[in-house]
Structures are given as structure tokens and as C-alpha cells.
């Protein structure tokens, strides 16, 4: 099979490593390999959004001795070129997101992926010319680029299958776009439940709920059922307490079994967790025609019941959000209901303890809606999550049937025992790879080699990709707000 990998994630150890590591297997499988290499000519990336300069002198060293470690001979590695086409692209204003996710250039939509990576590097979705102009044109530039580096190989090379990174960001999304044009199929890779494993998903994004559904349904079934409801289990308990590994613990600064001062237990009290919506905000299996953001569906649903004194509200602002100052976040310091409490990210109120004395929970697709269940709170989903067809939640198809489970007296929580494959498939999900090992991204080998930071060729590169420093110097004004600063020559990201 003749298989082409596009790389271009050689700025994380840990992504680079894996994507060495799916390389080296194909190879091993006897596959015809040919691998897309960036070269730093795409203008910036996900993972070095500025284009700084010695983040690709970094990058393509780091690239260049892993292809050598797997073995790959120069005549299989093509780098991408620059087409004029890119310069030539008329780009619109746009004045609101849905414009900007729905924008095609020759029938390949590449206005969602830089969507996707704006909202991802701002943490905002209030996306426009006005406001991200600059940006908005790099990442479309960049789009078209990539689309007719990848026509060109679709035509001239033929591969049989298409392998890439993540996939939705604005370097990557115009090949999920066009291997669906060319009826190609493709898989995209990502890390796995815990550093260091590896997941690959074929003919889907790793965002797809469908993917998602399917992989954990395999995974269920390749467990022994003892072994599978200990671990399910024991996921809980890892983040309820703190402990676990495979994800970022939010609970270290809440004081246990705290409560908001206001908690009237007397009354019918509704927890409502939200999430920030920078990741799936663009990824069209997540879009729901329920409402435009989370924060008009909670003022619509609080607004609702703001004459009834018996019912009161408890948002949970997702402690993640702590640090950001988007559109999100000041339309919740805004919101001024007398039955709602809004309890900050950085809040000392134990999560868990109010999940537990709120009679009810409702979330937009974290993973709070299923631990509610696991923990006896009957849970309520409104919108769309990887869980949503689990049966571990009530999923209202409207406001209305939103309406009357809030209204609904002594709704029982779903089975605790629904909730195990979602804990099991988060927790386990990936292959372990064979050469890859990762320990943190300062300590990465792939074949008991150290992937480095600095390597002799860094310096070669740094002086042969000058060119870039004044699009560097750009695109770092453009995502700091400000001028570049001594301090920036080295901070990488």
C-alpha cells in the first residue's frame, strides 16, 4: 500500500515521538512510504504558533534525526513548497465565527480549521476580521498552501491512505477535507488516555463522537469484566481524590466539603458545570441547534425559573477557565439572576461535595456529567459529549424536556454501572508504543536515544530559515498584543 504521512508536529517530543513510532510500523508492515515533511514553509503551526524562528530550527532538527532513527531514505521524504496560489486568495470579512467556519476556497472548506486554531490560541470564540484580521488571513493563507501541497501528492504520488496529526487545526483540516473530495482514506493521530501511548483513528477526527462510541465499545470488549470494573472504578476515585494521572487534577485548591455560603438545602438545588468551549467549538459532530453558546442556554434556563423561589442554581465555572478573559468569561461575571450563584474557577467550594448535595446536575459535555451519575446525582446533558448516546444521562432534545427534568420530582440518577465504559475508555484508550518513550517532554527517547531540544543541524537551521523573522516578529504582535521583547527571543510557545 502506498501510504503518505504528513508531518509536521516535530516541535512536541511527545508528538513527534509518536508520529515516529506509527511511521516506523507502517515501514515494518512493508508499506511504500512517502513522508510530507513541513521544512518550515508552512508560516507558523498549532504547536509553534508565532513561526519562531528557532522553534522550527528546533523542529525540523528534531524531525530530521527521527526519520534517521527510523530509517527513512531521503528519496521517501518530500518537504513542502510554497505556492503562489496562497498569496492569490481573496479573503472576505467576516464579521462572526459561523461565516468564517463555513468558508471554502475551490470547494474545500478551510475556514473551519482556522476556526479551530484561533479559538484554540485566543481561548475565545467571539471570532471576526475586527478582531483577529491578521490572523484570520495567515491561517486561510496557510490553509490553501497545505491544500495544494496535498492535491499535488494526491495526483503525482497516488497513496493509497493519508496519515496526519490531530487534524483539526488550520495546517491539517484541508487534508480531512480533501481525502473526502479524492474518496482517500485517511487516519489521524493523537496521544492517548496517558502520556507516552498513542491513538489512531481511522477515517474520523479524534474529536468524533462516532469514533469515540466505536473505539470504546472495542475496548470494552477486549476486558475481562472483573478487570475492567476495577479500573472503571478506580477512575473515579483517582479524580474525585486527586490522584490521577492521565489528566489535570482542578481540586488541589478546593477546600473539601465546602460550600457556597448561600446553600440553602431546604430549597431544590440545581449544580450547573460548564466547560470551556475551545475545543470542540468547531468540530461539526459537537454542534447542537439547542443554543450558540452554553452561557445563552444557562440565562435561558435560569431566566425561566427566576420566579420560582423554591429552585436555585449553582453554575460551577470550570476551574480550566481560571485564567482566561474571553467573551465567556465576562458575558458569566455579567450574568444577575436572584436564583443563580456563580461559583468562580478558582473557588475553594469543593466540586465534588456540591455535586453531592445538589439535588440535580446539568452539563454541557464534561466529564462532571458523568462522574453526577457515578456518585448518585441524577445528571442531565443538554447539548452534545462523547457520552451522549451512554444512557448514562437524561439528554433533553429541547428546552422544554429541559424544563420538566429540572421540574421533575424524584428523577433517579441512571445506573452507576452506565457510567464504566466512558471511566474505562479515558483511562485506558491507546497503544503503547514499541521505541517511544515518554517521561515529560524534557526526557523523550525513541529507541533508548534522548530526543533532544538542540542538535549541530539547530544552528544550520536557525541561520537557513532567517528568512521568517519578520512574519516571526508579525504573527508574535498579532497573538501577544504587543512588540517582541528580549524575553521572546526564547520562549518558545
Not at 245 to 264: A, R, V, W
Not at 391 to 401: G, M
Request: aromatic share 12%.
Amino acid at each position: 500500500m502506498k501510504i503518505l504521512y504528513y508531518f509536521a508536529e516535530g516541535m512536541s517530543p511527545l508528538h513527534a515521538g509518536l508520529g515516529a513510532e506509527v511511521i516506523e510500523n507502517l515501514k515494518n508492515e512493508k508499506h511504500q512510504i512517502r513522508v510530507l515533511n513541513c521544512d518550515a514553509v508552512l508560516a507558523n503551526c498549532y504547536l509553534n504558533p508565532k513561526g519562531h524562528v528557532i522553534g522550527c530550527a528546533i523542529c525540523q532538527a528534531r524531525t530530521q534525526k527521527l526519520f534517521n532513527l527510523v530509517g527513512i531514505e531521503k528519496k521517501n521524504i518530500v518537504n513542502l513548497k510554497k505556492h503562489e496560489k496562497a498569496n492569490q486568495l481573496t479573503i472576505p470579512n467576516f464579521s462572526h465565527l459561523q461565516e468564517l467556519m463555513t468558508f471554502n476556497y475551490k470547494g474545500i472548506n478551510i475556514g473551519r480549521g482556522t476556526a479551530s486554531t484561533i479559538i484554540s490560541l485566543k481561548r475565545d470564540y467571539e471570532i471576526n476580521t475586527e478582531k483577529y484580521g491578521g490572523l484570520i488571513e495567515t491561517e486561510l493563507r496557510k490553509s490553501v498552501n497545505v491544500m495544494c501541497n496535498i492535491e499535488h501528492q494526491i495526483t503525482e504520488f497516488k497513496p493509497d491512505k493519508i496519515y496526519l496529526f490531530n487534524g483539526r487545526f488550520a495546517e491539517f483540516y484541508p487534508v480531512i477535507e480533501l481525502v473526502k473530495k479524492y474518496n482517500i482514506p485517511y487516519a489521524t493521530v493523537e496521544a492517548g488516555s496517558r502520556a507516552g501511548k498513542y491513538n489512531i483513528y481511522e477515517n474520523s477526527l479524534p474529536h468524533s463522537i462516532k469514533a469515540w462510541e466505536r473505539e470504546a465499545n472495542k475496548l470494552w470488549d477486549n476486558f475481562e469484566t472483573t478487570e475492567r470494573i476495577k479500573l472503571a472504578n478506580q477512575w473515579f476515585n483517582d479524580k474525585k481524590y486527586g490522584r490521577q494521572k492521565n489528566d489535570k487534577s482542578y481540586i488541589g485548591k478546593q477546600t473539601k466539603q465546602t460550600l457556597p455560603q448561600n446553600f440553602d438545602e431546604s430549597k431544590i438545588n440545581i449544580a450547573i458545570f460548564n466547560s470551556s468551549e475551545d475545543e470542540m467549538k468547531a468540530i461539526v459532530e459537537w454542534q447542537t441547534e439547542l443554543y450558540d453558546s452554553q452561557n445563552e442556554a444557562i440565562e435561558k434556563m435560569v431566566g425561566y425559573f427566576v420566579n420560582n423561589t423554591n429552585i436555585h442554581f449553582y453554575l460551577r465555572v470550570h476551574p480550566n477557565l481560571g485564567k482566561v478573559d474571553n467573551i465567556q468569561i465576562r458575558e458569566i461575571e455579567k450574568m444577575s439572576f436572584p436564583n443563580l450563584t456563580v461559583i468562580p474557577p478558582n473557588s475553594e467550594v469543593d466540586t465534588y461535595y456540591l455535586m453531592e448535595k445538589c439535588d440535580k446536575a446539568v452539563s454541557f459535555g464534561s466529564t462532571t456529567g458523568v462522574e453526577a451519575t457515578y456518585w448518585g446525582t441524577p445528571s442531565i446533558l443538554y447539548g452534545k459529549s462523547f457520552y451522549m448516546n451512554q444512557d448514562l444521562a437524561y439528554v433533553p432534545k429541547s428546552f422544554q424536556e429541559l424544563v420538566k427534568l429540572i421540574e421533575l420530582k424524584n428523577l433517579a440518577p441512571m445506573p452507576q454501572e452506565n457510567t464504566f465504559k466512558y471511566s474505562l475508555y479515558v483511562s485506558n484508550f491507546g497503544f503503547v508504543p514499541e521505541r517511544f518513550e515518554y517521561k515529560d517532554k524534557f526526557n523523550a527517547f525513541y529507541k533508548s536515544e534522548k530526543i533532544r531540544r538542540f542538535y549541530p543541524s539547530t544552528i544550520f537551521n536557525i541561520f537557513k530559515y532567517s528568512h521568517k523573522i519578520k512574519q516571526w516578529f508579525r504573527l508574535h504582535k498579532l497573538i501577544d498584543n504587543n512588540k517582541m521583547g528580549l524575553k521572546d527571543l526564547f520562549r518558545l510557545k
